[in-house]
């Protein structure tokens, strides 16, 4: 079956490091792949998607790159502001299917200090 | 707001009382669906509907959980039978559906479940 696999967290980071958030993911066929962001006390949001191989995904100065010669679908953003503060969920939907119900990591907390 | 609402927020009870969640989608939307998180792991999908027909049903929605969409517009999820196993942040979310693309899950608050 589908799974994806999110690196272990939390990650503490100051204000404008580099951020990278790996995550990789065992699916048959050609999935999509997504990142959920979490805010304190809100719903999970889209953050960016790629459906297909070598699509980039970008939002908000985050970018992920589909590979799928690796399977994996790593978060970047070169500067990280405090507002990124949030819990991560790396997430992917098999195409083969018609329901697109998602697949998701466990999730990495960032937490980013001023 | 025309977000997906989710209600109760909090639901605390004792173990093997029932109880009833509610999930109002985007009024537009005719996909619904239910997941389950648990602490420290992402989301699990439960069931989705859509318009009125319940489409498929997880492995871990058990029998003491059933769901209903009978109007195709507001869901409800129920857990008969609570158990301390059952406590977790029940998440709903709604969409579009069809066009052989990927259309956007939008979720809800959450409801937080504690059984005693």
């Known amino acids: 079956g589908n799974s994806v696999t999110q690196m272990e967290g939390p990650v503490t980071l100051s204000e404008e490091a580099f951020l990278t958030i790996n995550c990789t993911y065992t699916a048959t066929g050609y999935p999509s792949l997504f990142w959920y962001v979490q805010y304190p006390g809100e719903g999970l949001q889209l953050l960016l998607k790629?459906?297909?191989?070598?699509d980039k995904g970008s939002n908000k100065g985050f970018e992920a790159t589909y590979r799928k010669e690796t399977t994996s679908f790593h978060l970047e953003k070169g500067s990280v502001q405090v507002s990124d503060s949030a819990v991560y969920f790396c997430a992917l939907t098999s195409t083969s299917g018609a329901n697109s119900k998602l697949t998701f990591g466990k999730g990495i907390t960032l937490s980013v200090r001023p | 707001d025309t977000g997906v609402s989710q209600n109760p927020r909090h639901k605390i009870t004792k173990r093997g009382q029932n109880v009833t969640f509610r999930c109002d989608p985007i009024s537009e939307h005719n996909r619904l669906y239910w997941y389950r998180q648990t602490l420290g792991q992402g989301p699990e999908f439960l069931t989705y509907?859509?318009?009125?027909?319940?489409?498929?049903k997880s492995r871990l929605l058990s029998d003491r959980f059933s769901a209903e969409r009978p109007k195709g517009s507001f869901s409800t999820l129920e857990i008969q039978r609570t158990e301390q196993g059952d406590s977790a942040m029940y998440l709903c979310a709604s969409s579009l559906a069809g066009g052989g693309v990927y259309n956007e899950q939008f979720f809800g608050p959450g409801t937080r479940l504690t059984v005693l």
């Open positions: 790629a459906t297909k191989a070598d």
């Open positions: 509907f859509q318009n009125e027909a319940q489409l498929e």
